[in-house]
């Protein structure tokens, strides 16, 4: 669209005065809220915590029912053995990932506390449920071995590229 068709769509008025992107953000409201009363019911998560921006965290809170009383689950950078692409810390609810890829993903950018939002969002999604339980049974610790193995590929494959310039 052309500049001018979006300042007109975004001073466009009802009959009654609101603005468009009211009417806008009404309708996801709505939508929303069918959403939640369609039948489908999420289980609840722990809710995310510090390393994850702000305006994901708020996404995930309004889309699944968060556990009430549990301490969040944060995401963090720390130097880990280069064989490792992330680690947990059940007992501080924590997922660590490899600072040693952190330049990689990053491509360059500057690190901060929530940085890396995709990444990070993508490893709460992955991983939330193993806190909810004490220990990892066989089919999870399989996963998280699976898991491993295709992030290390992945992190050493962004590394390549990093140093070929690309």
């Given at each position: 669209m052309s500049p001018e068709v979006v300042v007109a769509l975004e001073d466009a008025r009802d009959g009654d005065g609101r603005l468009f992107?009211?009417?806008?953000?009404?309708?996801?409201?709505?939508?929303?809220?069918?959403r939640k009363t369609s039948g489908t019911i999420r289980k609840p998560v722990i809710p995310p915590g510090k390393g994850i921006d702000a305006s994901v965290r708020e996404t995930i809170?309004?889309?699944?029912?968060?556990?009430?009383g549990e301490d969040p689950i944060s995401v963090r950078w720390q130097t880990l053995d280069n064989s490792a692409f992330f680690e947990l810390d059940r007992e501080n609810r924590t997922i660590h990932l490899n600072q040693n890829y952190r330049a990689a993903i990053l491509g360059g950018?500057?690190?901060?506390?929530?940085?890396?939002?995709?990444?990070?969002s993508l490893m709460y999604l992955l991983l939330h449920q193993l806190f909810e339980k004490?220990?990892?049974?066989?089919?999870?610790?399989?996963n998280?071995?699976?898991?491993?193995?295709?992030?290390?590929?992945?992190?050493?494959?962004e590394l390549e590229r990093v140093a070929d310039g690309e």
């Open positions: 992107t009211e009417y806008l953000t009404d309708g996801e409201t709505t939508y929303r809220e069918a809170e309004e889309e699944l029912p968060l556990i009430p950018r500057k690190g901060t506390l929530n940085d890396a939002p995709l990444l990070k004490e220990y990892s049974g066989k089919r999870e610790k399989d998280l071995q699976l898991w491993q193995a295709v992030m290390v590929s992945a992190a050493r494959a």
